[in-house]
């Protein structure tokens, strides 16, 4: 069974399955989040959706590139959560599979290409007390 986090579904409401993979970034001392600051401000491990006709490493990889700048190496794949949540900037429900790895930075390329994120480098302690998502908590919390 995945566990689940977050609010518990809706009677009544139809959930699109949205499968993501999101990654939990270290390197020496220092953890790797993504501020986006739409359409709710929060901090975030880096990932997100997987598109259709995509591998989850590849989406992984090109979520981070997207939203951080970076490149990684070697992700390892943690677990898996579930999160039923309203996602405002697709207007519909989402029952949101989120596939978590551990990875480590390799190079950084450039600045984020997604419009509204920000990286930043912060301690594990600050980064487990920042992150929104609770499903990310659990795992940042279980790594670090």
Not at 7 to 30: C, D, E, F, M, W
Not at 32 to 49: N, R, S
Request: charged share 20%.
């Amino acid at each position: 069974m995945i566990r689940r986090f977050g609010t518990p579904p809706k009677s009544g409401v139809h959930y699109h399955l949205r499968p993501g993979a999101y990654a939990i970034l270290v390197r020496n001392t220092q953890v790797l989040l993504t501020f986006q600051e739409e359409p709710e401000p929060e901090y975030q491990i880096p990932g997100g959706g997987i598109d259709p006709g995509e591998h989850m490493v590849p989406a992984l990889r090109r979520e981070i590139m997207e939203e951080t700048g970076w490149c990684v190496g070697s992700p390892v794949r943690l677990g898996t959560f579930r999160q039923f949540v309203f996602m405002p900037e697709y207007d519909k429900w989402a029952d949101k599979m989120c596939h978590i790895f551990l990875a480590r930075p390799a190079l950084k390329l450039g600045e984020p290409t997604e419009l509204g994120h920000t990286c930043i480098w912060t301690s594990s302690e600050s980064a487990i007390d920042l992150v929104s998502s609770p499903g990310a908590r659990h795992f940042l919390t279980s790594v670090l």
